[in-house]
């Protein structure tokens, strides 16, 4: 049985179906597959469904609601995004939200969140009062829990959270990304305030079913549980995260998800020991010993150094050869562009071969 835990006041499942990678062909969302995904995952107990208006080029939630339309409206919970980098005024903000409305097929939202919240998008929302517009929807009965979703500093996060009272918030999370953004210490305030959490990202975007063939042993030598199994399961043994966002792809996806929280226990201290041993392992099959101090910065040049040596590290730890490759062509800054005059590894606390390690850089991206 799909385990729920209490989400502002709500029984919502473990597990939440995260709607921004659906199966696709032609360029658009392969409905028959995702269909059958999204089917067996309400029958097995999943109720939230997680969406956003970007997603797939503005097709998930047509398609969200379209299939969530067949169900009883009580059975299920939809939350969806206002998407900050389109408003620019409050009613522009309130004819998005009612479109949102009419392409899920829905009178209320469930959970409605302010997307992809950072320092700048957070002035916007004071400077626009949309806090307290989205605030009179919930009044009226049009959102029942209102959130927001974070990609910044902690320090932001904590601005944010104690700005107003939140229902809830969505943030990264996982086992290696523990200092990153909110982090631990966003998962552990929200925890002391009685914020109920959502975690995304809880696989680092599949990064972390990636891993070498010598780090996933540390695994199997516990039990035969799938790497995904295992980082979405320490994501939930968090107690104030309420529910962990997976955005399937596939219906194995779905099957080793549903198996995961199935009854799930949170993991005890022999379980936790063996992934802190995996992100452990992880980071020393690290490039370089680059921490990001930007010592070495301004490279005459025009080479951002710690940025190529992050590129390196990502790909050195988890195996993924295809997405640093696209990260770096959209990088400024690349390492090709190095004269090799040396100056950065005069300076280099971390006593790195700046010049050689770029250079391995250019060969493996260029």
Same mark, same amino acid.
């Given at each position: 049985?799909?385990?729920?835990?209490?989400?502002?006041?709500?029984?919502?499942?473990? /597990?939440?179906?995260?709607?921004? &990678?659906?199966?696709?062909?032609?360029?658009?969302?392969?409905?028959? &597959?995702?269909?059958?995904?999204?089917?067996?995952?309400?029958?097995?107990?999943?109720?939230?469904?997680?969406?956003?208006?970007?997603?797939?080029?503005?097709?998930?939630?047509?398609?969200?609601?379209?299939?969530?339309?067949?169900?009883?409206?009580?059975?299920?919970?939809?939350?969806?995004?206002?998407?900050?980098?389109?408003?620019?005024?409050?009613?522009?903000?309130?004819?998005?939200?009612?479109?949102? /409305?009419?392409?899920?097929?829905?009178?209320?939202?469930?959970?409605?969140?302010?997307?992809?919240? +950072?320092?700048?998008?957070?002035?916007?929302? %004071?400077?626009?009062? /949309?806090?307290?517009?989205?605030?009179?929807?919930?009044?009226?009965?049009?959102?029942?829990?209102?959130?927001?979703?974070?990609?910044?500093?902690?320090?932001?996060?904590? #601005?944010?959270? +104690?700005?107003?009272?939140?229902?809830?918030?969505?943030?990264?999370? +996982?086992?290696?990304?523990?200092?990153?953004?909110?982090?631990?210490?966003?998962?552990?305030?929200?925890?002391? %305030?009685?914020?109920?959490?959502?975690?995304?990202?809880?696989?680092?975007?599949?990064?972390?079913?990636?891993?070498?063939?010598?780090?996933?042993?540390?695994?199997?030598?516990?039990?035969?549980?799938?790497?995904?199994?295992?980082?979405?399961?320490?994501?939930?043994?968090?107690?104030?995260?309420?529910?962990?966002?997976?955005?399937?792809?596939?219906?194995?996806?779905?099957?080793?998800?549903?198996?995961?929280?199935? #009854?799930?226990?949170?993991?005890?201290?022999?379980?936790?020991?063996?992934?802190?041993?995996? !992100?452990? %392992?992880? &980071?020393?099959?690290?490039?370089?010993?680059?921490?990001?101090?930007?010592?070495?910065?301004?490279?005459?040049?025009?080479?951002?150094?710690?940025?190529?040596?992050?590129?390196?590290?990502?790909?050195?730890?988890?195996?993924?050869?295809?997405? !640093?490759?696209? &990260?770096?062509?959209?990088?400024?800054?690349?390492?090709?562009?190095?004269?090799?005059?040396?100056?950065?590894?005069?300076?280099?606390?971390?006593?790195?071969?700046?010049?050689?390690?770029?250079?391995?850089?250019?060969?493996?991206?260029?």
């Amino acid at each position: 049985m799909m385990t729920k835990r209490n989400m502002c006041g709500e029984s919502v499942s473990l /597990l939440g179906f995260g709607c921004m &990678r659906f199966p696709t062909r032609d360029g658009k969302i392969d409905r028959e &597959r995702a269909g059958e995904m999204l089917r067996l995952a309400y029958d097995s107990g999943v109720n939230y469904f997680d969406t956003a208006y970007p997603y797939h080029d503005g097709e998930s939630e047509e398609f969200v609601g379209q299939f969530l339309s067949q169900y009883p409206r009580d059975s299920f919970y939809i939350a969806t995004k206002l998407p900050m980098w389109a408003v620019d005024s409050r009613e522009k903000a309130v004819e998005i939200f009612e479109g949102q /409305l009419k392409k899920l097929q829905i009178d209320h939202v469930d959970f409605y969140l302010f997307h992809a919240l +950072n320092r700048d998008r957070f002035e916007l929302i %004071r400077k626009l009062g /949309l806090y307290e517009l989205f605030d009179g929807l919930k009044k009226q009965g049009k959102i029942r829990h209102l959130g927001f979703s974070f990609h910044d500093s902690y320090n932001v996060f904590e #601005d944010i959270i +104690n700005y107003r009272d939140w229902d809830f918030c969505q943030v990264q999370y +996982n086992y290696m990304d523990t200092e990153y953004q909110a982090g631990r210490r966003g998962v552990k305030l929200c925890e002391e %305030r009685k914020i109920s959490v959502i975690a995304m990202e809880p696989i680092r975007g599949g990064s972390l079913i990636n891993l070498r063939d010598d780090i996933k042993s540390v695994f199997r030598e516990h039990d035969d549980r799938s790497p995904a199994a295992w980082a979405l399961g320490w994501v939930a043994s968090h107690e104030a995260i309420k529910t962990v966002l997976s955005g399937m792809s596939a219906m194995e996806h779905v099957t080793d998800n549903l198996k995961t929280f199935d #009854d799930f226990k949170v993991f005890d201290k022999s379980e936790l020991d063996t992934v802190e041993l995996v !992100a452990e %392992r992880v &980071r020393q099959s690290r490039f370089n010993t680059c921490t990001k101090c930007r010592y070495c910065m301004p490279c005459p040049a025009g080479v951002d150094i710690p940025a190529n040596f992050a590129l390196m590290n990502e790909y050195a730890m988890f195996n993924d050869e295809g997405r !640093a490759k696209r &990260r770096y062509a959209d990088l400024d800054g690349k390492a090709e562009l190095c004269i090799k005059c040396g100056k950065c590894e005069n300076i280099c606390p971390q006593h790195i071969f700046i010049r050689d390690d770029l250079e391995k850089a250019v060969k493996l991206f260029g």
